[in-house]
């Protein structure tokens, strides 16, 4: 596994967490970076990402509660999570869109994170 993440757990609503995803520089590098999440019984879904020259986007549903962000210096993006709600509840995983040669593109994920939001 090449994309470690970091940063779950357990919070009550309203609070914060940040999650952090460290690839190598290899990869990071020539990478677009995402979040995405699974709640159980529902499909994986984009909660962020984030280009290679710092454009965000975001769904939705986090728009205004939580920011994605990248450390070139550390290879590592970050998903800051605020005034989390119940409904935020499921395994985080970090994704590489990573930019291979003639065009290719490649995904790797993360072996994901829990976070657990109680009401």
């Known amino acids: 596994v090449q994309l470690v993440e970091s940063g779950g757990g357990l919070v009550q609503a309203g609070g914060s967490l940040r999650l952090s995803c460290t690839t190598p520089?290899?990869?990071?590098?020539?990478?677009?970076m995402g979040w995405y999440r699974q709640a159980p019984g529902k499909q994986r879904d984009l909660v962020a990402d984030?280009?290679?020259?710092?454009?965000?986007n975001y769904a939705d549903s986090v728009k205004g509660r939580f920011t994605i962000s990248r450390d070139n210096a550390k290879n590592t993006v970050y998903l800051q999570m605020n005034s989390l709600k119940p409904e935020d509840t499921a395994v985080y995983y970090c994704r590489a869109k990573v930019f291979e040669s003639r065009g290719q593109e490649k995904l790797q994920w993360g072996q994901g994170t829990q976070v657990t939001v109680s009401s």
């Open positions: 984030i280009t290679n020259d710092g454009t965000p």
């Open positions: 520089k290899t990869i990071f590098s020539r990478s677009d």
